[in-house]
């Protein structure tokens, strides 16, 4: 997976709190709270969508569970970038998931690089994990707790948020995933390309639908601002993800995400019956 640079990624959870208290809450308006109370992404059928769609895009595969495992240096500055959501021992958010881990797990088998990933963070360093550190996770991730360490934290800093704003904003099941999918790449971060940043600038051409905006319009410049974002970083200049995915199934006017779906990431072609 590719990652953005380190103020986009992690933050924690006080300051995702903060970020999201920072936005005006829309949710007495009536088309925020019909989008509330639809079918919305973190529906389990949805969520396993959502899934399967960050999967094919970050991982060429619809198996997203396979990825707990996945682990590797792609060269992109940020150290070793491994689990379900591209956590990156560069960025801090590995870290957050192996002291969380421990906490509930001490002991395992990854405990002992908890002082090695406090050093690397803020670099692409491997002082203290090699050699040994990517076979250790790969042990790890055959350990259930694990599993759902990786699967508590990608809920909490990326997941829940995006459907949350999403919701707040009036969004379906389309635009929610559109937000996750940006703060899955970009963080919610101060930094221009964060998720929050995206947002600000779709917001200056649109208005979402819980502020009275159409919906597809509203998305088209959220996409907008996310293709921008994608080019400021060479990393992401490779835009499918939104030009052969999200767009086409706005354009189709699917913003339930209702299956079948069809797309493309990277020129592969994907199917969700």
């Not at 399967?52 to 707990?68: C, F, G, I, P, R």
């Not at 050699?131 to 250790?136: C, G």
């Not at 354009?251 to 072609?269: A, E, H, M």
Request: net charge neutral.
């Amino acid at each position: 997976m590719k990652h953005p640079a380190r103020t986009s990624r992690r933050t924690l959870l006080t300051l995702i709190g903060a970020s999201l208290a920072s936005v005006p809450l829309l949710n007495n308006s009536p088309r925020a709270a019909a989008a509330s109370a639809a079918v919305g992404l973190d529906d389990p059928a949805k969520k396993e969508i959502a899934m399967k769609l960050v999967s094919s895009a970050e991982n060429s595969s619809l198996d997203w569970k396979a990825q707990y495992k996945y682990i590797e240096d792609i060269g992109d500055g940020r150290g070793y970038t491994a689990g379900i959501i591209g956590f990156c021992s560069g960025t801090g958010d590995m870290l957050d998931l192996v002291e969380l881990y421990t906490d509930r797990k001490p002991g395992n088998v990854l405990a002992r690089y908890l002082p090695a990933l406090r050093r690397v963070n803020g670099s692409d360093s491997h002082s203290g994990l090699d050699p040994n550190f990517p076979a250790d996770w790969r042990r790890a991730a055959q350990d259930a707790e694990f599993r759902r360490a990786q699967d508590d934290e990608r809920d909490r800093v990326y997941f829940n948020p995006a459907v949350r704003q999403g919701k707040t904003d009036g969004l379906r099941v389309l635009g929610q995933f559109a937000y996750y999918d940006a703060i899955v790449m970009h963080g919610d971060g101060d930094d221009p390309t964060s998720f929050r940043n995206i947002r600000a600038r779709a917001l200056n051409r649109a208005r979402p639908p819980a502020q009275g905006g159409d919906e597809v319009t509203y998305l088209n410049a959220f996409l907008d601002a996310r293709v921008w974002a994608m080019k400021q970083e060479e990393a992401h200049s490779d835009t499918s993800r939104v030009d052969t995915a999200q767009r086409v199934f706005l354009r189709k006017g699917n913003l339930d995400l209702n299956t079948p779906l069809d797309w493309k990431v990277y020129g592969d072609s994907y199917h969700i019956g």
